[in-house]
């Protein structure tokens, strides 16, 4: 298993470009969810989804996007960048919704909006 | 708001024993709590959880206090390789059936040789 595979790993954007981090698990995981993480406020929760088609938001989610069209995939996009969104964005999945089950967390995309 | 709060940094020596805090005492009777560490530019990763009772695995020990409104990760010999940011953290019922996961912000673990 290759477990939660994030691309790209780093990427620069002028402000109001807008861009797709992509995020699959080959677990056959339910539950996914997309966390940025910025110096001294560890990681916050942008959205997440508890299965295809059913998605809803975190405690930061503004300025993102997503989707789930299968169990595989939960692509994020970012509809105009700005540089608050400067940050390390981790895709993270797990095999149920509730808090019984761990957390399988990707590698992570380095994000610099200019 | 729910917090989870743990110490910014802590100190070990190598091959002793490690107590790592975190206190969430706003936690409901639900709550999940679970731990991570980090290397740097790594992706977290799951350490240990549970819900009431003390668990122990493979890696460390998790202790609940009774109450529940603190919790404590135990290394109980730590090496080199556990030098890295430990996260507290709290999965908690969010409605419409799913959970979230509420991150402290981290305890910074030094192993000293």
């Known amino acids: 298993n290759a477990g939660v595979t994030q691309t790209p790993k780093f990427q620069v954007l002028k402000t109001g470009q807008s861009m797709t981090l992509q995020c699959a698990q080959d677990?056959?995981?339910?539950?996914m969810s997309w966390y940025r993480q910025d110096p001294g406020m560890g990681l916050r929760l942008i959205h997440y989804?508890?299965?295809?088609?059913?998605?809803d938001q975190g405690e930061v989610p503004n300025g993102y996007n997503v989707s789930r069209s299968t169990t595989e995939d939960f692509p994020l996009r970012l509809l105009s960048a700005a540089p608050s969104q400067t940050s390390v964005y981790f895709c993270?999945?797990?095999?149920?919704?509730?808090?019984?089950?761990?957390?399988?967390f990707g590698p992570g995309t380095r994000l610099t909006v200019t | 708001d729910a917090k989870t709060t743990q110490p910014n940094s802590m100190e070990s020596n190598e091959e002793e024993p490690v107590h790592l805090p975190c206190n969430h005492s706003t936690i409901s009777g639900t709550d999940y709590i679970h731990w991570y560490r980090q290397l740097p530019s790594q992706g977290p990763e799951y350490v240990i959880h549970g819900l009431t009772s003390n668990v122990n695995n493979r890696m460390a020990s998790l202790a609940i206090a009774e109450d529940r409104k603190s919790s404590t990760l135990i290394l109980h010999r730590a090496t080199l390789r556990d030098a890295a940011v430990y996260y507290c953290?709290?999965?908690?019922?969010?409605?419409?059936?799913?959970?979230?996961?509420?991150f402290g912000k981290g305890t910074k673990l030094s192993v000293i040789p």
């Open positions: 677990m056959n995981h339910e539950y």
């Open positions: 953290s709290r999965m908690g019922y969010s409605g419409a059936g799913s959970y979230q996961l509420t």
């Open positions: 989804s508890v299965g295809a088609g059913i998605t």
């Open positions: 993270a999945s797990s095999y149920g919704t509730r808090g019984a089950y761990e957390q399988y």
